[in-house]
């Protein structure tokens, strides 16, 4: 998953991971990070997924997890992972040079800005004045489904199955669905179709979780948009535990 897996907006033990180690009593490997898509998490798994694992659970968001796939399929290096069973970085035993690639994009990015302060601070000025932020997500357009998508699911499928793993697939809702009157629905029945025809085990979130609060919003910080609050970090969390136990 991505930013809600990772635990956007709270601090651990009170993050996806730490709270189903907690339930489980068993090791969880956290690989979520904050704007992946399904190509790059199936991309991350084929990297970093050992023998020794029992489940896999693919978290998707429904606000923007379309988007970032979109944009991952431009990509180059992550097409091969789509192309290419056998390809791989061998990414698991390059830590150490991941570290300093990414330390050196950090002082890139921190060089760059303290130049352009100035010109920077005046866009982001700008773009406050517009309400640019609460346009997008008031007014998000609806994104398409790639085919690609079920194709990734399917050798993800496969992945875990050739490694003994399980695989489910947790449908995140976020604020759109609960505080926007004109949310759309993002695909859900499209999605869910693609996923229930690869027999992956679907775990519904608005069924599981939101449906049964008198205001969904209460899982939001303030009831604003955002991410999970630690509230709703723990009701997601019991529900994809509970879920995962029910299917043995």
């Known amino acids: 998953g991505d930013s809600f897996t990772q635990g956007a907006c709270v601090n651990r033990?009170?993050?996806?991971?730490?709270?189903?180690?907690?339930?489980?009593?068993?090791?969880?490997?956290?690989?979520g990070i904050g704007g992946s898509g399904t190509l790059l998490e199936y991309a991350v798994l084929r990297e970093y997924m050992t023998k020794n694992v029992k489940n896999v659970i693919l978290l998707?968001?429904?606000?923007?997890?379309?988007?970032?796939l979109k944009r991952e399929l431009d990509s180059n290096i992550l097409t091969k992972y789509l192309d290419d069973k056998k390809y791989t970085q061998n990414l698991i035993i390059k830590q150490e040079l991941i570290n300093r690639t990414i330390r050196k994009y950090i002082e890139k990015l921190y060089n760059e800005k303290k130049s352009n302060k100035l010109s920077s601070n005046n866009k982001n000025y700008i773009k406050f004045i517009k309400l640019y932020r609460t346009r997008i997500q008031i007014f998000r357009p609806e994104m398409k489904v790639e085919k690609e998508f079920e194709k990734i699911l399917y050798l993800m499928k496969n992945l875990t199955k050739e490694n003994g793993s399980n695989l489910y697939f947790v449908y995140l809702f976020g604020y759109q669905k609960y505080g926007f009157v004109n949310y759309k629905g993002n695909n859900y029945k499209e999605i869910k179709s693609i996923v229930d025809k690869l027999e992956i085990p679907f775990i519904d979130t608005h069924e599981e979780v939101f449906s049964k609060e008198k205001n969904p919003l209460n899982f939001f910080p303030f009831k604003m948009y955002g991410h999970y609050n630690k509230k709703g970090y723990e009701k997601i969390s019991n529900a994809i535990f509970h879920s995962i136990n029910k299917s043995f």
Do not use: E, Q, T
Not at 13 to 31: E, F, M, Q, T, Y
Not at 60 to 68: A, I, M, T, V
């Open 60 to 68: 998707y968001f429904d606000g923007n997890d379309l988007k970032d």
């Open 13 to 31: 033990p009170h993050d996806i991971g730490s709270i189903l180690r907690k339930l489980s009593k068993k090791s969880v490997l956290n690989l």
